[in-house]
């Protein structure tokens, strides 16, 4: 049965920072990678970072590049976000994924964790 667990998150200032987590089971974790997605009430799911599954390559979206930074512990089973430099429009319910081809696998979602910026 595959699972996605998430923790962190939480309410922040602008400017501050936080470190999300979300441990894996289900799956061979170092095959695959792994990825970060956000919603935002009323808006689509949306892309925000990737890494591979050996953690030797990441990507971004544009509005998170040089303040989001994810990584993975393979012998752990963990993936993390670390979100620095928030802003009230990183405000979304963040989720974590499998990757396969690009995409997410399947239906397999983290629970979801709310992250609030204030103004």
């Known amino acids: 049965q595959v699972q996605l667990v998430q923790s962190g998150g939480g309410l922040v200032q602008t400017g501050g920072s936080l470190v999300l987590s979300c441990a894996t089971s289900?799956?061979?974790?170092?095959?695959?990678?792994m990825g970060w997605f956000r919603q935002a009430p009323g808006k689509e799911r949306d892309f925000v970072a990737r890494?591979?599954?050996?953690?030797?390559?990441?990507y971004y979206a544009d509005g998170v590049k040089g303040r989001f930074t994810v990584s993975r512990d393979n012998a752990k089973n963990m993936v993390y976000l670390q979100m620095n430099s928030l802003k009230p429009e990183d405000t979304a319910v963040y989720y974590c994924?499998?990757?396969?081809?690009?995409?997410?696998?399947?239906?397999?979602w983290g629970q979801g964790t709310q992250v609030t910026v204030s103004s």
């Open positions: 890494i591979s599954s050996s953690g030797g390559s990441t």
């Open positions: 289900g799956r061979t974790f170092r095959s695959y990678s």
């Open positions: 994924a499998f990757m396969v081809g690009g995409k997410p696998l399947g239906d397999y």
